[in-house]
């Protein structure tokens, strides 16, 4: 595939080349607006235009690292949900000689000698925040951005509820930890009738005291242990993500998106 020149990312923000190198080499003497210094970011990100200097390096020097950042603000359930995903997705990338590295930031920075940068569980804000000073593919999990540039693996609420409307001849209250990306949390409320999100254990037992007699179903494998000892089994409808497939999609366009593959699927639900 041809190589982008500063050229091609001028074209497609909209500016001048000059304006695309004071950008990248941080320079103030221009007055440049926050908006386009962000787009100027994201298109080289997209466009994968590496200024000369670096250009060698980075193209034939691959690190196989992988970074995984999550928001700092993340409840006790949240952090369990991350670990498990921790867990199993090392699994998943090993194979391909991949290496994941869980990186906490209390502010965003720029994340050196990684190939892409998986961003699980965070706000908009967060994400947007973060791609502003990094080059490098970001994968959006668990994000809603609507925005083409980066790749998005959400899960699919409405095969959800379609499932669990066939499991169930009644209704049902849906039980999900409590996501972090307002889009998320939007999106489920509108999908399903009732909810109850949660962030920590004491909530679960209190759910389950007052709700023994209705039909629930749940997503998180953390939860669900503590529901099948408390709850009435025939009450329950786990329904199960796909993990091992959801990993090998969020491998694939991990991969894509390093190599910049044209014409691929950002918008994924599973």
Sequence with gaps: MKRA?????????????????????NKNEQKISEEVKKKVFQW??????????NAIALRFNRTKNIAIISSIHLSYLQKIDLMNFLELFSQTISIKGY??????????ETINNVDAIICYNMTKTQFYKLGELNVVPMIAIDII???????????????IKLQAEEHFSSGFLFISIDPQS???????????????????????????NLNKDTNVLLI?????????????????YYYNLREAIRYEQILTCIEYAIERLPDKEHFIKI
């Design 99 to 108: 290496k994941i590295y869980y990186i906490y930031q209390e502010n965003p």
């Design 145 to 159: 951005l609507q925005d083409p540039i980066f790749y998005q693996i959400n899960k699919d609420y409405l095969s």
């Design 44 to 53: 080289t990100n997209l466009l994968n235009y590496i200024p000369n200097n």
């Design 220 to 236: 998180d494998s953390s939860i669900k242990n503590i529901f099948e000892h408390l709850y009435p089994k025939n009450n329950i």
């Design 5 to 25: 020149t500063i050229k091609d990312v001028a074209k497609a923000v909209g500016v001048s080349e000059a304006t695309v190198s004071y950008v990248l080499n």
């Design 182 to 208: 307002e889009e998320i949390r939007e999106e489920i409320l509108n999908c399903f009738d009732e909810v109850k999100f949660i962030s920590k254990i004491e909530e679960i037992v209190e759910i389950i």
